[in-house]
Structure formats: C-alpha cells, structure tokens
C-alpha cells in the first residue's frame, strides 16, 4: 500500500550497516494515499547477505555485473516492488468494489558512479507490465557517534504502472454504478527527501532512524481514488550486523 506517515519497503534496501550480513526488524506508522483509507501499523524484517557478486538486501536480489568499489557498481536483479492497494482496507463501500492493486516483482538494471544511483526497472509478473527509472544521490555525514544519511530519488513511472496503482477501469466503474468515474492514468514522476540516521548500541547493533517524504506530481490528484499527492515516511528499528 502506498503510505503517508509510513514505510515503503524501498526505504530497507539501502541500508546494511557496511557489513556482509544484517538482520533487523523495522517498525512502521502508515495512512494510505487512497481515499477513506485508515492509518495501519505494522513490523517488517531487515535481512541483507553481501558476496563478492551475488547480494540479497531485502526489497531486492542482485548480481554485481562488475567488482563493487567504494567508487562504482553495476548490478542487475529481482526486486519487490510493494506499492499496492486493497480496497477492502477502505470505509468507502464504493471504493471496496474495486480490484486489488497488487504489488510487482521488477527486473532490474542499477548503476552507481559515488553517490548517485540510476535504476531501470521492467515489471515481469504480469501485475501491470509497466516499467520504471529513477535516479538517487546520498551521501553518510558522521555527526559524533551517529552517521547521518540524506538522499534524495526522482522516479518516473509508465502510464502502466501507473495507470494500476492509480486508474480506474470502465468495469470497475460499472460496479460502482458510475459513482467512481473510469480514469485512465497518465504517466507520473515523484520526488522522495529523506534522511536516515543510524547510531551504534554497540559493535553490532545499531539503531536506525529515518523520515522521508515523497511528492507526486498534482497529476495524480485527478485520480478519483486518491486523496492526497504527499507521502511521509517515518521508521525505527533495530539492526544486528555480523
């Protein structure tokens, strides 16, 4: 589900505490984007594995194409891409009537050159057959025993994945009995701020922090089903680094 106060989880992948291994919990407060759509809490894993090719950082499962440096990267990959929507989380009996916006699994191409990351992403389980690019920057500051991580991601979406987290079909409408306009969704972009912090407990542990907010384009204002175009993202969790 797409979250105000929440968490995506895109805001895991980044984070591995610079070691081979993690395991982690993060705990989450979330209201949807959608309309008459309640606020939810819920608790999420933290798992990441680094080889020397092969990684897995939960959202995602990758291939590093060519030796990782502190420098650069290339990877090619599975991810989950977890934006979705179940109308029945929805006090609008209209709203209920609709399909399930289910979340995606993507193939993906990334390369990093420092601190800026580019992405391209093509969704291959048939959920939306839609496709995504993005490019993000972040840098960790120290700030005595915390490391201060701000970043900042432009996506650009397809009107096909678009078009499923945010359309409304003419059979969808028909169910409504017209109440709920058919809307075909146009291609959108978004523009996520956010800043993580992490402070060691002890050699292993680690506490993390984050808030992000995510601004979508007022395109998808048009939408009958959404009620806002402003997504903030707040987590807390606990990390175990071996």
Same mark, same amino acid.
């Given at each position: 589900m797409i979250k105000k106060a929440s968490l995506a989880l895109l805001l895991l992948a980044p984070f591995s505490a610079q070691a !081979? /291994?993690?395991? @982690?919990? +993060? @705990? %989450?407060?979330?209201?949807?984007? *959608?309309? !008459? =759509?309640? #606020?939810?809490?819920? %608790?999420?894993?933290?798992? #990441?594995? =680094?080889?020397?090719?092969? *990684?897995?950082?939960l959202p995602e499962i990758g291939y590093h194409l060519l030796p990782?440096? &502190?420098a650069q990267s290339l990877a090619v990959g599975l991810s989950y891409e977890g934006s979705k929507f179940d109308p029945d989380n929805s006090d609008d009996a209209n709203i209920r009537l609709l399909d399930d916006r289910d979340a995606s699994v993507m193939a993906f191409a990334s390369y990093r050159l420092g601190p800026i990351t580019t992405k391209l992403a093509q969704d291959v389980s048939g959920k939306h057959d839609g496709f995504y690019a993005q490019i993000s920057a972040g840098y960790p500051i120290l700030v005595a %025993?915390?490391?201060?991580? &701000? /970043? +900042?991601? *432009?996506?650009?979406? !397809? /009107?096909?994945? #678009?078009? $499923?987290?945010?359309?409304?079909s003419q059979s969808e409408s028909i169910k409504t009995g017209g109440v709920i306009a058919a809307y075909d969704s &146009? /291609?959108?972009s978004r523009i996520t701020y956010g800043v993580r912090g992490i402070y060691p407990l002890t050699q292993s542990?680690?506490?993390?922090?984050?808030? $992000?907010? =995510?601004? *979508?384009?007022?395109?998808?204002?048009?939408?009958?089903?959404?009620? !806002?175009?402003?997504?903030? #993202?707040?987590? %807390? @969790?606990i990390v175990l680094s071996f």
């Open positions: !081979d /291994s993690s395991l @982690g919990i +993060i @705990g %989450a407060q979330s209201e949807s984007l *959608y309309k !008459d =759509t309640g #606020s939810e809490s819920r %608790a999420l894993p933290n798992l #990441s594995y =680094t080889g020397e090719r092969f *990684y897995f950082r990782k440096t &502190p %025993a915390w490391k201060i991580i &701000p /970043s +900042i991601t *432009y996506r650009y979406m !397809d /009107s096909k994945m #678009s078009n $499923h987290l945010f359309g409304v &146009p /291609s959108i542990v680690n506490l993390m922090l984050g808030v $992000h907010q =995510t601004q *979508y384009h007022n395109t998808i204002l048009k939408s009958p089903i959404i009620e !806002d175009n402003t997504v903030t #993202s707040v987590l %807390a @969790g």
